[in-house]
């Protein structure tokens, strides 16, 4: 049996109650009970296909659920006007497609228009909030050139950019590390890190790599086949017989030389005895 850890944080504007979802006919994951804590990190982990993004996308209102219902601030999210979800949470998809052409700056300051109508037009705040948000991702020097001449890693970065300028209080980021290489994978959850727990948003990735998500995570949702087998403070749910039971991988917990927090070590494989040299 796998350990398990729910408790119901004491705050949290966004829950999901009894979720069914899926896509067309095909069910993914069925009565899904989630709280994300306030003012979390939460990370979302399991194996390939077990529902970490789906999940995700029906608590950004992405994706409706067959039943259920995500609530924001009590309210059923399906409910809320767009401009007002869009104001309190924002979402960096798994892949994103910029317009043909545009550039980075152009693409960085959409993340403005939720804050923006017939009474507020673009203003001083929201240049130099898109500005800051291209500074803290490290893309200010690439604001003049299209998106679609950059690399992956760079388009990504750029994204993030995008979601940072809508500066909303809950951020939703669906793999946020594809495509970049481990010294921007770091940069970037290091930024993620800081607008926890400098600005106090509210954060929920989905990551693949259980140590990174074990380093960063407050709050860590573990699933597999369609349901959440754990929820909790990593290092109480991160245990060698969580990992074997969801992943199917032997390994060791040890603490981390850097953090403390739990670092998974794989079982070497048993190649058996060396054979003697003649």
Request: net charge negative; charged share 20%.
């Amino acid at each position: 049996m796998t350990s398990t850890q729910q408790g119901t944080p004491a705050t949290a504007r966004l829950t999901g109650r009894g979720l069914t979802l899926g896509y067309d006919r095909r069910t993914i994951a069925e009565h899904l009970d989630i709280a994300i804590p306030d003012h979390s990190f939460t990370v979302v982990i399991g194996p390939n296909a077990c529902g970490k993004s789906t999940l995700l996308r029906a608590l950004a209102r992405v994706l409706k659920p067959a039943a259920g219902a995500v609530l924001l601030d009590g309210q059923d999210i399906a409910g809320l006007p767009a401009r007002q979800v869009a104001r309190t949470l924002g979402l960096l998809p798994q892949s994103s497609v910029a317009p043909e052409g545009i550039t980075v700056a152009d693409l960085v300051a959409r993340g403005r228009y939720p804050h923006q109508g017939l009474l507020r037009q673009w203003s001083r705040e929201d240049e130099r909030i898109t500005e800051e948000s291209m500074a803290a991702t490290g893309v200010a020097e690439l604001a003049d050139r299209p998106v679609d001449e950059l690399s992956g890693g760079q388009r990504q970065r750029v994204w993030i950019a995008m979601a940072l300028a809508q500066q909303t209080p809950l951020l939703l980021l669906d793999e946020p590390t594809t495509y970049l290489d481990i010294s921007h994978q770091i940069e970037v959850l290091d930024l993620c890190d800081r607008l926890h727990r400098e600005q106090g948003r509210t954060l929920v990735a989905v990551l693949h790599d259980l140590n990174q998500a074990a380093r960063y995570a407050t709050h860590l949702v573990v699933m597999r086949d369609g349901r959440i087998v754990a929820a909790g403070d990593p290092s109480a749910i991160l245990t060698a017989e969580l990992v074997e039971d969801v992943y199917r991988l032997p390994c060791r917990i040890i603490p981390d030389p850097e953090t403390g927090t739990p670092l998974v070590i794989p079982a070497a494989p048993n190649r058996g005895a060396v054979p003697a040299r003649p």
